[in-house]
């Protein structure tokens, strides 16, 4: 009998140990520690925790529910909602300590339920992982600078500098666009190529600023007169490139009747060295005639100067 006796104390000493080790280890350990009702009262919790909350001690917390902390009362709701069907759950949401801070945890909450399966209260272990979401946002800031930097370069990349219209690169990505969309949609196509006249005497007799504002004025030409879908671009130097699906019969006349009008209707109101002349070329999309867009291009620039030279040698 008395080996009986000395065993049981063995053992219940060896339980007051193990549990003191047990206590000791949540006292200490840097992250918090809780055991809640199912309506939210504490009824357990380590310092750590009562730090995080900006309780002085654990048995502050006793007089709390754990929905005082919440930043957003909805995160308690959709992590009760989740526990009611995982018997273990993890989830980061904001919580507002008694002192006003703002801290962001990782809350690692599970239900201890009865043999029958009734939910008796919520163990869990709180991680304050706000250094990690302001790393997260500035990285997400970083981030966002980056595309927004690409997305400008990229721009930049398809945009001439003076007139804000397409530049070569940008007519040639987006002209093959266009191409594969006319086709699907079985509309013809047409290319319109512009040079703009005397623009190097233009530059030699009032200067550079003089030609580059018939430049810009050819550009807000163009921006008036073509529809937004329509690819228009600087191709370089002093010579435009518009490429359009036909909307109508008879459509292509009707926007060269419109770009002559509005030079002219520039032309009355602006000094000499402002006159504007444009020589072009015209032509219709022939998948028998043009194997590429380039080549397409190349025809309408030769119509083009065939125009230029027709009226040089009407000056002579």
Known sequence: MPDVHARRRTVDEALRVSEKRYRLLIENLPVGIYRTTLDGKFIEANPALARMLGVQKPAG????????????????????????????YFTEFELRGTDGRR????????????????????????????????????????LREL??????????????????????????????QQMKIAKRLRKDVFLLYLDVDQLKQT??????????RLLAAVATILKETLRESDIVARIGGDEFAVLAMRSK????????????????????????????????????????????????????????YQEKRSKASSLL
């Open 249 to 304: 019969p008879g459509g292509e006349k009707a926007l060269l009747g419109r770009l002559e009008e509005k030079v002219r209707s520039h032309n009355l109101g602006s000094p000499k060295r402002l006159q504007l002349s444009l020589s072009q070329g015209l032509v219709f999309f022939d998948p028998k005639k043009f194997s590429s867009l380039e080549e397409f291009l190349a025809h309408a620039d030769n119509l083009m």
């Open 203 to 212: 530059n030699d007799t009032f200067g550079h600023p003089a030609g580059d």
């Open 147 to 176: 595309r927004a930097s690409n997305e400008k370069l990229e721009s930049l990349s398809l945009t001439d500098d003076l007139t804000g219209l397409n530049n070569r690169r940008g007519f040639f990505t987006l002209g093959h």
């Open 103 to 142: 801290f962001w945890v990782r809350d690692y909450c599970q239900a201890v339920k009865r043999a029958e399966g009734a939910t008796l209260f919520f163990d869990g272990v709180l991680l304050d992982i706000t250094e990690r979401k302001r790393a997260e946002k500035k990285l997400g800031h970083a």
């Open 61 to 88: 917390l006793l007089s709390y529910n754990v929905e005082d902390f919440y930043v957003k009362k909805k995160d308690r709701s959709e992590h009760l909602a989740k526990l009611a069907g995982k018997p273990r």
